[in-house]
T-cell receptor
Framework: GAGVSQTPSNKVTEKGKYVELRCDPISGHTALYWYRQSLGQGPEFLIYFQGTGAADDSGLPNDRFFAVRPEGSVSTLKIQRTERGDSAVYLC???????????FGPGTRLLVL | QKEVEQNSGPLSVPEGAIASLNCTYSDRGSQSFFWYRQYSGKSPELIMFIYSNGDKEDGRFTAQLNKASQYVSLLIRDSQPSDSATYLCAVKGNNNDMRFGAGTRLTVKP
């Protein structure tokens, strides 16, 4: 079956702009995770959804970052007033349930100029 | 102290040798432990997970967990050039949040 998909694959924006990154999890997976990965680093946890609700958003770096999953499937990560330090690969992963194995999407490479 | 620590490497081994990758974690309440492989420019892919103390073998890969020492390792037997990648250790806590180490870069030389 189809894996986790993310769009866009690449996004270039200017400092101060607003961006939305989309994640489409594996069908039937109730848990969805967002991570951010900078060069030479491991994925940094941002937020975890179980169904429609954010079960843990402790990894969001500040209030410029927000994520939603209104129908318990597709999720959107929203970044307001982007800064150059937001440049990274944003990874999404899903799992059948919170305790299950996570499967990663290909990521969105965000570059803030 | 970082929550999950790995030697960044690079670790270089000859083809056919055993590669040993190590990871320590700080949260004693951690429940499950994962090893992911990440090729350059690609997303992480799961190699193994382990929940209980001891060894778990899957083909050429063996994961070892020692909760008392807060230590988890991955052994790769008969290393192949195609095993060259960054190996990420990940630890899941009670809240199902996953914390990753920075990864160890492995190079297997033909």
């Amino acid at each position: 079956g189809a894996g986790v998909s993310q769009t866009p694959s690449n996004k270039v924006t200017e400092k101060g702009k607003y961006v939305e990154l989309r994640c489409d999890p594996i069908s039937g997976h109730t848990a969805l995770y967002w991570y951010r990965q900078s060069l030479g680093q491991g994925p940094e946890f941002l937020i975890y959804f179980q169904g429609t609700g954010a079960a843990d958003d402790s990894g969001l770096p500040n209030d410029r970052f927000f994520a939603v999953r209104p129908e318990g499937s597709v999720s959107t990560l929203k970044i307001q007033r982007t800064e150059r330090g937001d440049s990274a690969v944003y990874l999404c992963a899903s799992s059948p349930q919170g305790a299950g194995t996570q499967y990663f999407g290909p990521g969105t490479r965000l570059l803030v100029l | 102290q970082k929550e999950v620590e790995q030697n960044s490497g690079p670790l270089s081994v000859p083809e056919g040798a055993i590669a040993s990758l190590n990871c320590t974690y700080s949260d004693r309440g951690s429940q499950s432990f994962f090893w992911y492989r990440q090729y350059s420019g690609k997303s992480p892919e799961l190699i193994m997970f382990i929940y209980s103390n001891g060894d778990k073998e899957d083909g050429r890969f063996t994961a070892q967990l020692n909760k008392a020492s807060q230590y988890v390792s991955l052994l790769i037997r008969d290393s192949q050039p195609s095993d060259s990648a960054t190996y990420l250790c990940a630890v899941k806590g009670n809240n199902n949040d996953m914390r990753f180490g920075a990864g160890t870069r492995l190079t297997v030389k033909p």
